[in-house]
T-cell receptor
Framework: DTGVSQDPRHKITKRGQNVTFRCDPISEHNRLYWYRQTLGQGPEFLTY????????KSRLLSNRFSAERPKGSFSTLEIQRTEQGDSAMYLCASSLVQGRWMDTGELFFGEGSRLTVL | KNEVEQSPQNLTAQEGEFITINCSYSVGISALHWLQQHPGGGIVSLFM???GKKKHGRLIATINIQEKHSSLHITASHPRDSAVYICAVNRGSQGNLIFGKGTKLSVKP
């Protein structure tokens, strides 16, 4: 399968623990996005990368959250000292953008990583 | 007020009915996306449009830039169309999307 893959699909952790999610985008895609979605809501933007450069980071992202895309391929999203409010589905999407940097292109989403913080 | 509003929030239809889901936005945009999300979380891109109308199978998406409004139509609806449909906009000044809360569609046989 050459779609976007996310790992793990489900994570249950205790408050205060650190968690890391991984996203493998479609191989030729230069853009990679992270979103968070809670029940009954639409996805909320967290951050995005163009190749290895992190171009934007949402104000929603506290300093407990960090994301990397070291070689412009896969990306990791780490949450330190998790809180119950971090419980959500974390979605990754990728796209190919050529030309204007403010375009997003057609997004291809992974299945998401569901986090439950007890 | 959210920058992207969808209506209705929930929609129940009988198989075969023509369905319309609406999306209004309050910001200038460069493109609008319609997405489909099935139970379990997976999201699929249906349309990306910046003007006019696009059609794919039984799905039609239209956008009116002046009125800041878009509609997603489903003709001859089927139970497999049951999903959450999400509208998202690209403001054009940033490379990311703002999402609506989604419209939950249930099509009964």
């Amino acid at each position: 399968d050459t779609g976007v893959s996310q790992d793990p699909r489900h994570k249950i952790t205790k408050r205060g623990q650190n968690v890391t999610f991984r996203c493998d985008p479609i191989s030729e895609h230069n853009r990679l996005y992270w979103y968070r979605q809670t029940l009954g809501q639409g996805p909320e933007f967290l951050t995005y990368f163009q190749n290895e450069a992190q171009l934007e980071k949402s104000r929603l992202l506290s300093n407990r959250f960090s994301a990397e895309r070291p070689k412009g391929s896969f990306s990791t999203l780490e949450i330190q000292r998790t809180e119950q409010g971090d419980s959500a589905m974390y979605l990754c999407a990728s796209s190919l953008v050529q030309g204007r940097w403010m375009d997003t292109g057609e997004l291809f989403f992974g299945e998401g990583s569901r986090l439950t913080v007890l | 007020k959210n920058e992207v509003e969808q209506s209705p929030q929930n929609l129940t239809a009988q198989e075969g009915e023509f369905i319309t889901i609406n999306c209004s936005y309050s910001v200038g945009i460069s493109a609008l996306h319609w997405l489909q999300q099935h139970p379990g979380g997976g999201i699929v891109s249906l349309f990306m449009l910046s003007s006019g109308k696009k059609k794919h199978g039984r799905l039609i998406a239209t956008i009116n830039i002046q009125e800041k409004h878009s509609s997603l139509h489903i003709t001859a609806s089927h139970p497999r169309d049951s999903a959450v449909y999400i509208c998202a906009v690209n403001r054009g000044s940033q490379g990311n999307l703002i999402f609506g809360k989604g419209t939950k569609l249930s099509v009964k046989p």
